[in-house]
């Protein structure tokens, strides 16, 4: 009569000891760099207490004549940036998000194109902003500059990974029939992508109405410069109502966002 060989021991949860070792160092690290960036539970009892007497200034806010003159003023200011900024790079975006799609360009101009778009979105938009302030100087300019390279870097990456993940039977059929590489983009490009594509430029219309404010605290012009100037000048009441301008004009521009993407989906 043979003896069968015992069953192997299951363990119902194995351990995982390089997740374990890597949470461990990562806790380690974490303490380390606490200590190393002066984490004090006495500096955030401090921060706390001059953070309320920081608030109580700020109430009530100032919706005083002058002041609302200067509020509207920056808005509309903010308003056109983003507006502008979005428009131009929606039409900077599209050719550069199609030569970056791999199923319908030349592999080097594919790659060189995604190569443009990663080198775009390196930055911050305050940090591009800051860069056209020295360029082109204080103001606007410099404002709508950096978020037209904000919206480029985002809308040709997406546009282009819509592209790639569409049914290329549309494409074969249309570039059977001999048509130009226009008429493909239009014929059958365009219909596949076009209702993702309307809900990124809005999504990014939405993005640049917050973008605007952060630009103009660096000189790009907008609310962002009227809520800096507030800040200096210590006038936090008015700080307070800039801040409501703004979370109001986010808002709605979150719901209209949100209209456009159902209307075209």
């Known amino acids: 009569m043979s003896m069968s060989a015992p069953a192997a021991k299951r363990v119902a949860f194995p351990p995982n000891w390089p997740a374990r070792i890597g949470l461990i160092v990562l806790a380690v690290y974490v303490v380390y760099a606490a200590t190393t960036l002066e984490f004090t539970w006495a500096r955030f009892l401090t921060g706390l207490d001059q953070g309320g007497r920081f608030l109580s200034r700020m109430f009530p806010p100032d919706f005083s004549a002058d002041k609302q003159s200067l509020l509207t003023a920056g808005m509309m200011e903010s ?22 799609a791999r199923n319908l360009s030349p592999a080097p101009l594919a790659w060189f194109s995604r190569g443009l778009i990663a080198l775009l979105r390196t ?32 809308l040709s ?43 990124f430029c809005a999504y990014q219309l939405d993005s640049n109405l917050r973008n605007s404010a952060l630009v103009g605290l660096v000189g790009g012009g907008g609310i962002g410069a009227t809520l800096f100037t507030a800040f200096q000048r210590f006038d936090y009441d008015f ?16 719901i209209l966002s949100g209209f456009v993407r159902r209307l075209f989906q």
Do not use: C, D, W, Y
């Open 239 to 254: 700080v307070l109502t800039i801040v409501l301008a703004i979370i109001a004009v986010v808002m709605v521009g979150e």
């Open 79 to 100: 308003l056109q940036i983003a507006i502008l900024s979005t428009v131009f790079g929606i039409l900077f975006a599209m050719p550069l998000g199609l030569a970056a």
């Open 123 to 154: 930055f911050h938009p305050v940090i591009v902003a800051i860069l056209f302030v020295k360029a082109v100087g204080f103001g606007a300019l410099a404002g709508v500059l950096a978020l037209i390279v904000a919206s480029m870097g985002f």
């Open 157 to 199: 990456k997406l546009l282009a990974e819509a592209v790639e993940e569409m049914s290329m039977n549309q494409v074969e059929a249309v570039r059977a029939t001999g048509a130009s590489f226009l008429s493909v983009v239009v014929m059958a490009v365009v219909p596949q992508v076009m209702p993702r594509f309307v809900g």
